[in-house]
Every structure is written in C-alpha cells, then in structure tokens.
C-alpha cells in the first residue's frame, strides 16, 4: 500500500509541475502565461481563418511604409503615446505583435502584458523571418 501511495505522490507531484509549466506565479497565485512565441507559418494560418485577431506592427511609420503585413495597425513602440493607442485595442481578443527581427515586439508584448492582455503572440524573429518565409506583405 505504501508503494501505490508513493507512485501516486509522484504522479501528482508530476502532473502539478506540469501544468505550472505554461504559467507563472504573481503574488502567490498561479496565471496563465499571456506572452507565446509564434512562428510565422502558424501566425499566418490564424490571420487567415480568425476574425478576431488584433494585429499590431509596433516599428515606426517608416518602416510600415516600406512593407507590412495585411490589416496590420501601426502602433509604434517608441511613441510616447504607446499605451494610450494599445488600450483601445480589445483586451478579450487576441493581439498578435511584430517588429523587424524580434526586439521590440518582445518589449511590446511585456506592456500589452502588464496592461491585462491575456493572450498575446510575438512573431518569432519579426518582419525579417516572415519575409525569408517567403509569406506576403504589403507596401
């Protein structure tokens, strides 16, 4: 009997870790993670199929002129009114962020994040791994 208790022990203690892999603790309370990396194939696939998707090129307006993808908004990281613009997005949808390479739509998703965001996804590798993908933008 002792064994079966310290099999099933290990086996809660197992399942527990688990699950606490994908969260985080804040003030002793377990959230979910709001911040997923993305790579660009699987971002593009929900750009195509979900309505409800929130998409936000965070570089300057420069560099959107230059190319972006489809529908995105232009909310740069580095104005001063950043999070004045990000809280009219809808903090029940998904918001999909991106940079050139991966940096500042890192920094992006931190705010989104400490905004109350609850499901935010940063392309992998930004604009530049979208491109080399071979997956459209626009200009």
């Known amino acids: ?19 606490c892999d994908n969260a985080q603790k804040t003030n002793n309370h ?27 090129d965070v570089r300057t307006q420069d560099e959107y002129a230059v190319s972006h993808l489809k529908d995105a908004q232009n909310i740069c990281i580095t104005d001063n009114d950043f999070k004045q613009k990000v809280v009219k997005l809808d903090k ?19 705010i989104l994040k400490k905004l109350g965001f609850t499901q935010i996804f940063d392309l992998q590798g930004g604009i ?5 993908q071979q ?3 626009q200009q």
């Open 1 to 19: 009997m002792k064994k079966y208790c310290s099999i099933l022990f290990a086996m809660l203690i197992t399942l527990v870790s688990l699950s």
């Open 128 to 132: 530049t791994n979208w491109e080399a």
């Open 92 to 110: 029940d949808k998904p918001v999909y962020v991106y940079c050139e390479k991966g940096g500042r739509s890192a920094q992006a998703a931190k």
């Open 30 to 56: 377990i959230v979910p993670k709001a911040i997923h990396s993305i790579a660009p194939k699987a971002m593009y696939d929900v750009l195509i199929s979900d309505s409800n998707a929130q998409l936000v």
């Open 135 to 137: 997956l459209e933008t």
